[in-house]
């Protein structure tokens, strides 16, 4: 499935995360970023133009994938702040501690392989008192929803690119450490239910 993972799926995930319920979500979280900023999961840039250069430094993104960030590249071309793209997973980051004001996650922590370690990377890189702002999908609340996200989720994940539907975000993210200072959910939507149920806010180092 080279070519599949390689070239289909960052087309098609750039298509399904640039629809205009999630792009609203994205509009909720994207300006709270501040100072230094690290992007989990750049992908295509759909972030890029909530930014506000005003109160952004700089931006990293880091992504596995360079297939999107050649997508991203109409977006980082309007940032009106530095942008740097790695290469690489945010389970092993090659960057130095404590280096960021805030760290933006969107749809990404879904995809991860170990979410656990990339959590603990993210604090690692985080300063204290810096914020990790997040908007992800994940498990649903009631249990008609979950029972279908667990059936369909294996195919879904091969599909996807290793998406899972189910993961309990915000349990995750307290677990590793963090402040919980905000936070909202609701299913988007316009959006199947298996995959809307969307949670966002702010948690703090």
């Known amino acids: ?13 750039t298509c399904a995360c640039g629809t205009k319920p999630i792009l609203k ?9 501040s100072g230094r900023v690290l992007e989990i999961g750049l992908g295509a840039g759909h972030n890029l133009p909530y930014y506000h250069a005003t109160q952004v430094e700089s931006v990293v993104g880091i992504d596995p994938c360079v297939t999107s960030w050649k997508l991203a590249q109409p977006r980082a071309a309007s940032l009106g702040v530095p942008l740097e793209f790695i290469e ?32 603990a990377e993210i604090r690692r890189v985080l300063k204290p008192g810096g914020r990790l702002l997040f908007c992800e999908h994940g498990i649903a609340p009631d249990p008609g929803t979950s029972k279908w996200q667990a059936r369909i989720n294996p195919l879904w994940r091969r599909l996807m690119g290793g998406c899972n539907l189910n993961r309990p975000i ?16 609701m299913y988007l939507p316009g959006t199947p239910r298996i995959a809307g149920f969307n949670v966002w806010g702010v948690a703090e180092h």
Request: hydrophobic share 45%; net charge negative.
């Open 1 to 13: 499935m080279g070519f599949y993972n390689d070239s289909v799926v960052p087309r098609l995930v």
């Open 25 to 33: 979500q994205r509009e909720k979280v994207v300006p709270m970023a």
């Open 88 to 119: 690489g997973s945010a389970e092993a980051m090659p960057l130095p501690d404590s280096a960021f004001d805030s760290v933006l996650m969107t749809y990404s922590l879904c995809t991860i392989p170990d979410a656990h370690t990339a959590l």
């Open 170 to 185: 915000v349990a995750w993210i307290e677990q590793a450490g963090f402040s919980m200072k905000a936070l909202d959910q």
